[in-house]
């Protein structure tokens, strides 16, 4: 048999064969996540199922997220009934305004190199940056993990995602992954295992990685994985006391396709409406004007994110142009309190900032600032569906912290490396 | 399984993804689907839902259910009295969720299919066929994997781990470490 992929490692410990891609394993997994957008159905679908108890409580974790805070009378019932059955049987709860699930566990040290991570959350799989293997599932998969531990997968192919060529100054992992997504197209990695290889790898920060990972399901991804090294072992050392091996796929692993990253080829990229795989360089762009700035979320809601926005934000002059509303969101409050202890959240807000709870904001309309009429949004985040945001007459932009500060100065779609 | 739906074609277009089924910010007022049909992709067509009669087919090119993993979009499409949707592919997620509560994603060429025309969908086991009786046409359909089936079989995920289906289906408990 030739070689295994790190998709391949992880789904064999798990169910206890040897699982080749195209199998289908019942597999243990280490971390069920469930949110207040899928976890209200998915109790439903548990009290269908005669479920009893949790598998395990210390393996669930629920996350009121997606309403943060409660938007609606019916929202603000969803936590309530995520909170009274979790306190029923043991769990924990992320509360309003700790963060959006995959965030939070991974900077808590829940996620670890060789794990499985099932949430009810398509961008689960942002956790795969830290060599696990993160898949998104809906409710009544979340319900039946939830009775049973388990979830079933077929094992899929790997796309061996290689990142090569210096990383031009200027270029952030945002520009890089819409580049991924865009050449691998809105089902390019349906059902597949995205895996992270080339010398560059090691110059992305964990935080970096996320942004990959996230952006991932963009191109129909079940998982993307970067295999641990020095930089996973630095993230996650003062996070958790447990120390886990890397799983790293083998030299002669099997993959169904090879694409290449040429960093040193990219410039800042810009995803217009509406799909995050129609993706144009920033400078084809230039003009359009915005109305309102998006800061935030689980692709561009982490610390670094922010430094960078406000970098530009202060080499523009330290103003935001007139007419445009800049709305920022922490993906977690860890994000918060370190933006506050260093001050970038008092800059951000006497610069005319609107600060948000932390959670998912305003990316999917569920709660935080919804688009006028007719009004241009440049976004951080991972979708520009039309009506994303919560007004089907809005159009959408997604592009890096940087290019986002950057029109939050000119008031129009900029290239960050022309400012200041 | 056996099961023989027949309906009138209900085109849409590639790349659906869940939020245009059912936009997120329904789901801020009720999750009851009897309610949120009234608004079943509302983002592709404000007029679509309205016209949606018990008995349609929803017919879509590729990767129909894309973006997030909301559920509800497959219920939504259930209690509108759609029981199956077609399309040249499907999104991960949307698969499984439809396969959980027994809406029948049926994998086949649809470029052929046009707004209206009658299909006839038959299920026997896993093998999936599908006939447009407007145009005398045999459609292949990729049959559902084996797992699928027993899950479908059970009448859906809520009655398959009823039955204590998991067990059956783990060759060696898991090693967790």
Same mark, same amino acid.
């Given at each position: 048999?030739?070689?295994?992929?790190?998709?391949?490692?992880?789904?064999?410990?798990?169910?206890?064969?040897?699982?080749?891609?195209?199998?289908?394993?019942?597999?243990?997994?280490?971390?069920?996540?469930?949110?207040?957008?899928?976890?209200?159905?998915?109790?439903?679908?548990?009290?269908?199922?005669?479920?009893?108890?949790?598998?395990?409580?210390?393996?669930?974790?629920?996350?009121?997220?997606?309403?943060?805070?409660?938007?609606?009378?019916?929202?603000?019932?969803?936590?309530?009934?995520?909170?009274?059955?979790?306190?029923?049987?043991?769990?924990?709860?992320?509360?309003?305004?700790?963060?959006?699930?995959?965030?939070?566990?991974?900077?808590?040290?829940?996620?670890?190199?060789?794990?499985?991570?099932?949430?009810?959350?398509?961008?689960?799989?942002?956790?795969?940056?830290?060599?696990?293997?993160?898949?998104?599932?809906?409710?009544?998969?979340?319900?039946?993990?939830?009775?049973?531990?388990?979830?079933?997968?077929?094992?899929?192919?790997?796309?061996?995602?290689?990142?090569?060529?210096?990383?031009?100054?200027?270029?952030?992992?945002?520009?890089?992954?819409?580049?991924?997504?865009?050449?691998?197209?809105?089902?390019?990695?349906?059902?597949?295992?995205?895996?992270?290889?080339?010398?560059?790898?090691?110059?992305?920060?964990?935080?970096?990685?996320?942004?990959?990972?996230?952006?991932?399901?963009?191109?129909?991804?079940?998982?993307?994985?970067?295999?641990?090294?020095?930089?996973?072992?630095?993230?996650?050392?003062?996070?958790?006391?447990?120390?886990?091996?890397?799983?790293?796929?083998?030299?002669?692993?099997?993959?169904?396709?090879?694409?290449?990253?040429?960093?040193?080829?990219?410039?800042?990229?810009?995803?217009?409406?509406?799909?995050?795989?129609?993706?144009?360089?920033?400078?084809?762009?230039?003009?359009?004007?915005?109305?309102?700035?998006?800061?935030?979320?689980?692709?561009?809601?982490?610390?670094?994110?922010?430094?960078?926005?406000?970098?530009?934000?202060?080499?523009?002059?330290?103003?935001?142009?007139?007419?445009?509303?800049?709305?920022?969101?922490?993906?977690?409050?860890?994000?918060?309190?370190?933006?506050?202890?260093?001050?970038?959240?008092?800059?951000?807000?006497?610069?005319?900032?609107?600060?948000?709870?932390?959670?998912?904001?305003?990316?999917?309309?569920?709660?935080?600032?919804?688009?006028?009429?007719?009004?241009?949004?440049?976004?951080?985040?991972?979708?520009?569906?039309?009506?994303?945001?919560?007004?089907?007459?809005?159009?959408?932009?997604?592009?890096?912290?940087?290019?986002?500060?950057?029109?939050?100065?000119?008031?129009?779609?900029?290239?960050?490396?022309?400012?200041? | 399984?056996?099961?023989?739906?027949?309906?009138?074609?209900?085109?849409?277009?590639?790349?659906?993804?869940?939020?245009?089924?059912?936009?997120?910010?329904?789901?801020?007022?009720?999750?009851?689907?009897?309610?949120?049909?009234?608004?079943?992709?509302?983002?592709?067509?404000?007029?679509?839902?309205?016209?949606?009669?018990?008995?349609?087919?929803?017919?879509?090119?590729?990767?129909?259910?894309?973006?997030?993993?909301?559920?509800?979009?497959? !219920?939504? @499409? /259930?209690? *509108? =009295?759609?029981?199956?949707?077609?399309?040249?592919?499907?999104?991960?997620?949307? +698969?499984?969720?439809?396969?959980?509560?027994?809406?029948?994603?049926?994998?086949?060429?649809?470029?052929?299919?046009?707004?209206?025309?009658?299909?006839?969908?038959?299920?026997?086991?896993?093998?999936?066929?599908?006939?447009?009786?407007?145009?005398?046409?045999?459609?292949?359909?990729?049959?559902?994997?084996?797992?699928? !089936?027993? @899950? /479908?079989? *059970? =009448?859906?995920?809520?009655?398959?781990?009823?039955?204590?289906?998991?067990?059956? +289906?783990?060759?060696?408990?898991?090693?967790?470490?």
């Amino acid at each position: 048999m030739s070689g295994r992929t790190i998709s391949e490692k992880i789904l064999s410990a798990k169910s206890g064969t040897d699982a080749r891609a195209g199998d289908i394993v019942v597999c243990d997994a280490d971390l069920v996540l469930g949110t207040d957008a899928s976890s209200p159905m998915a109790i439903g679908y548990f009290e269908q199922m005669g479920g009893q108890r949790l598998f395990d409580a210390h393996r669930v974790v629920f996350s009121l997220d997606h309403y943060s805070p409660p938007s609606t009378a019916k929202t603000a019932a969803f936590h309530d009934q995520v909170r009274a059955f979790a306190s029923m049987h043991g769990a924990e709860v992320l509360e309003v305004g700790v963060g959006i699930s995959h965030q939070v566990v991974a900077e808590r040290g829940r996620v670890l190199p060789g794990d499985l991570v099932i949430g009810a959350d398509s961008h689960t799989v942002t956790c795969g940056a830290l060599d696990a293997f993160a898949t998104g599932v809906g409710s009544s998969d979340l319900a039946a993990a939830m009775i049973t531990g388990r979830i079933w997968l077929r094992v899929p192919e790997t796309i061996k995602v290689s990142l090569v060529g210096t990383r031009p100054k200027g270029l952030a992992a945002k520009d890089a992954a819409l580049a991924m997504i865009a050449e691998l197209g809105a089902e390019g990695a349906n059902y597949k295992t995205l895996e992270f290889h080339g010398a560059e790898v090691a110059e992305f920060t964990l935080e970096e990685r996320f942004v990959f990972s996230n952006l991932a399901v963009e191109a129909g991804a079940k998982a993307a994985i970067f295999g641990a090294d020095a930089a996973t072992d630095v993230y996650l050392a003062d996070r958790t006391l447990i120390r886990r091996s890397a799983v790293a796929s083998d030299a002669d692993a099997t993959y169904a396709a090879e694409i290449v990253v040429d960093l040193a080829r990219l410039s800042p990229r810009v995803a217009i409406p509406h799909s995050p795989n129609d993706v144009i360089p920033v400078v084809d762009a230039l003009g359009t004007r915005v109305q309102m700035v998006f800061l935030g979320t689980c692709t561009g809601g982490r610390v670094p994110d922010f430094h960078e926005a406000l970098d530009v934000l202060e080499r523009g002059g330290g103003r935001i142009a007139d007419g445009v509303q800049l709305v920022v969101t922490p993906a977690s409050r860890e994000v918060f309190l370190r933006l506050t202890a260093d001050g970038t959240l008092g800059k951000l807000t006497s610069m005319g900032a609107i600060v948000t709870t932390p959670g998912c904001g305003a990316c999917c309309g569920t709660s935080g600032a919804i688009p006028g009429d007719g009004m241009t949004v440049l976004s951080t985040a991972n979708r520009n569906f039309k009506a994303r945001m919560g007004n089907a007459t809005a159009s959408i932009y997604l592009a890096s912290p940087a290019a986002c500060a950057a029109a939050a100065v000119t008031g129009q779609i900029t290239d960050p490396r022309t400012i200041g | 399984m056996q099961l023989r739906i027949e309906g009138r074609a209900r085109v849409v277009g590639d790349d659906i993804n869940t939020d245009y089924i059912i936009a997120s910010t329904r789901k801020r007022d009720t999750l009851d689907e009897q309610i949120l049909k009234r608004y079943l992709l509302e983002t592709v067509d404000p007029k679509f839902a309205a016209s949606v009669q018990p008995g349609d087919l929803l017919v879509a090119g590729a990767n129909f259910g894309c973006g997030s993993a909301m559920e509800i979009a497959a !219920t939504v @499409i /259930l209690a *509108a =009295g759609i029981t199956a949707v077609l399309a040249t592919s499907f999104s991960r997620t949307f +698969y499984r969720n439809a396969i959980n509560n027994g809406l029948i994603p049926v994998e086949c060429e649809t470029n052929s299919i046009a707004e209206g025309d009658r299909l006839v969908v038959s299920l026997d086991g896993n093998a999936l066929t599908v006939e447009n009786s407007t145009h005398g046409a045999r459609l292949a359909a990729k049959p559902i994997s084996p797992m699928m !089936t027993h @899950i /479908l079989d *059970a =009448g859906g995920i809520v009655e398959f781990t009823r039955r204590g289906g998991w067990d059956l +289906y783990v060759r060696r408990a898991g090693t967790r470490t």
